[in-house]
């Protein structure tokens, strides 16, 4: 399931990264050059004109985050005309380039912003564009969407996921933004980074071996020692407690997560949640009340429109009996994935369950 492949990504991808370089593009560093092969939407931009702000965004056709957060950038560029909006396709499949053009005509106004596709050269991969290259590779971003903001000087202000753009983006625009503070909190979280491969690198050699009981043991040490990296971690050490058959340390762990270290992070609450009611988990008995604690307090931030976490919501008050919510909360949902034919067929599978109707424990 779509899901259950983002599940705990940030642990299952991380061992990936261990060798990537240094990044080179860092906040406060000159923007680099714009260089596309063609623009889709919009009057081109070959520069970055002094006293203008740009947020330059890259996404790919085949990335479900992507079009989620597309609507979101339309919102803020309507918000904030006198910010230029780009949105950079990236990292296409072959198959995908030609994609783009019909699929930015097709979002109409929902994508209402400026266009562009990489340049990549002809018989190199995907990951070899102009713009792959000098913007994601350099400053280490891992995964899309990602977005910068480059001020009105030419430099890199911001960097980081478009959903979570909109604070620093108004603190910029008004001359409120303290650059110094930003660059500080990145250098700590590249060091959080480091950590991060570290922990990983020993979890992955105890899950090699089967030894989950190590992994854990590594987790609580280097929670320890990093307190932050339990808001990497923590959901892949509630599923190993889940999928280890330890329910009662499995709901207090998870308890905590809930109340305290993702109180405030809808999209971490959703996936505490999803391992408990996942169709896939084979745990026998479920933490209901924890789960729906988690999905309503995530569906409340964010603010019922993520599809993912109302699709959350919907599967917990399911399995807790009450069908009527579950086909309210997944119509919900679907109305929001309308754009991504396989989420459609996923949630529309899920929605036509619910509406059969079968009550919890039966």
């Not at 370089?21 to 596309?36: H, N, S, Y």
Request: charged letters at 30%; hydrophobic letters at 40%; aromatic letters at 8%.
């Amino acid at each position: 399931m779509l899901k259950s492949l983002l599940l705990v990504a940030s642990v299952l991808f991380a061992s990936t990264q261990a060798t990537a370089q240094k990044p080179t593009l860092k906040a406060g560093d000159a923007a680099p050059a714009i260089q596309v092969k063609q623009w889709v939407k919009g009057e081109a931009v070959t520069s970055f004109a002094k006293d203008q702000l740009y947020v330059v965004e890259f996404w790919a056709t085949w990335c479900p985050p992507c079009r989620e957060s597309i609507p979101h950038l339309t919102e803020l560029q309507k918000k904030h005309k006198d910010v230029q909006f780009i949105g950079v396709s990236v990292f296409e499949h072959e198959s995908d380039q030609a994609k783009v053009a019909p699929f930015v005509e097709k979002m109409g106004e929902k994508m209402d912003y400026r266009v562009a596709m990489d340049d990549v050269p002809e018989g190199k991969k995907n990951n070899e564009g102009a713009m792959a290259k000098s913007w994601m590779i350099a400053s280490g971003s891992q995964g899309i969407p990602t977005a910068f903001i480059v001020d009105k000087t030419g430099h890199v202000a911001w960097i980081g996921h478009p959903m979570k753009m909109e604070e620093s983006l108004e603190k910029i625009i008004a001359g409120k933004w303290d650059l110094a503070a930003y660059q500080k909190e990145q250098a700590e979280e590249a060091a959080l980074d480091a950590a991060t491969q570290e922990l990983n690198s020993q979890i992955g050699k105890a899950m090699k071996a089967k030894d989950s009981k190590g992994a854990l043991a590594a987790m609580d040490t280097a929670f320890a020692a990093t307190p932050k990296l339990e808001e990497r971690f923590g959901p892949f050490k509630f599923k190993l407690l889940l999928d280890g058959g330890d329910l009662d340390a499995a709901s207090t762990y998870g308890t905590r997560l809930v109340d305290v270290t993702f109180k405030a992070d809808g999209e971490q609450l959703n996936q505490i949640a999803w391992l408990i009611v996942d169709p896939d988990s084979k745990v026998e008995k479920r933490d209901l009340k924890l789960a729906l604690k988690a999905a309503l307090r995530a569906n409340e931030l964010t603010k019922s429109k993520d599809a993912g976490v109302l699709d959350t919501l919907a599967r917990v008050y399911f399995l807790s009996g009450d069908s009527a919510k579950a086909v309210e909360f997944q119509t919900k949902a679907l109305e929001l994935v309308k754009e991504n034919p396989d989420a459609v067929k996923e949630f529309q599978g899920r929605l036509d369950e619910y509406k059969k109707g079968k009550p919890a424990g039966s």
